[in-house]
């Protein structure tokens, strides 16, 4: 079983700076997908960005980067230049690469963003 | 662009009663998952459907069962409810494999 970990329950963040996220995760397998969800108070569940844990690059989406350190299983994720429609609880997730492709999240860290 | 549609979005019901929640998957998306979030949790797989067959299982009830129709529509039935029930409950679409999986908004269940 995979178990994802968000160490950092709550993160406040002045708009325009930056602040990073960090995710850990336990598993045996060795091709996976890693993800970060964001919700905002809308509930809504809304893809943020998305790693394979085969290419060594790391994923960019606009403001949002990740530093992926497969060895380390770790998965931090970077907002840059924090806007206030960033204030949401972010959650990490994993799936494996192979049978089952359910998520598995992280607890969750909510992050604000402060005018 | 289309998205997953959930009915109804907010759900009243008494203990031991009975509550169907029904998912309409993105067009020619060909797998459904529920996920189950309490207050303040993240949420947890309950069950997924490839192509009408049940694919994967996590930790749902026996009170619970799901189906996925011809129209890949997908339909959680949950029977003698209790006030643990009380959730969000998510489904997602997305095509087999590890693609990714676009949420509904949700159907906010609540058990009183």
């Known amino acids: 079983a995979q178990t994802v970990t968000q160490s950092q329950p709550e993160m406040s963040v002045q708009e325009a700076e930056t602040v990073t996220l960090s995710c850990t995760y336990d598993t045996s397998e060795n091709n996976y997908y890693l993800f970060w969800y964001k919700q905002p108070p809308s509930r809504q569940m809304i893809l943020v960005i998305r790693?394979?844990?085969?290419?060594?690059q790391n994923a960019t989406e606009n403001r949002f980067s990740v530093n992926f350190q497969k060895a380390a299983k770790s998965f931090s994720l970077k907002i840059s230049d924090s806007q206030l429609g960033d204030t949401a609880m972010y959650f990490c997730?994993?799936?494996?690469?192979?049978?089952?492709?359910?998520?598995?999240f992280g607890a969750g860290t909510t992050v604000t963003v402060r005018a | 662009a289309a998205g997953v549609i959930q009915s109804p979005r907010h759900l009243i019901k008494e203990k031991r009663e009975t509550a169907t929640l029904k998912c309409y998957p993105i067009?020619?998306?060909?797998?459904v998952y529920w996920y189950q979030q309490g207050p303040g949790q993240d949420p947890q797989f309950l069950i997924s459907?490839?192509?009408?067959?049940?694919?994967d299982k996590g930790s749902i009830p026996d009170r619970f069962s799901a189906q996925q129709f011809s129209d890949y529509h997908s339909e959680l039935n949950m029977s003698s409810l209790e006030l643990g029930d009380s959730a969000l409950y998510f489904c997602?679409?997305?095509?087999?494999?590890?693609?990714?999986?676009?949420f509904g908004p949700g159907t906010r269940l609540t058990v009183t």
């Open positions: 997602a679409s997305g095509k087999t494999g590890p693609n990714e999986q676009y």
């Open positions: 459907f490839y192509e009408k067959m049940q694919s």
């Open positions: 067009p020619r998306h060909d797998t």
């Open positions: 790693q394979e844990a085969y290419k060594q």
């Open positions: 997730a994993f799936m494996k690469r192979s049978n089952d492709y359910k998520l598995s």
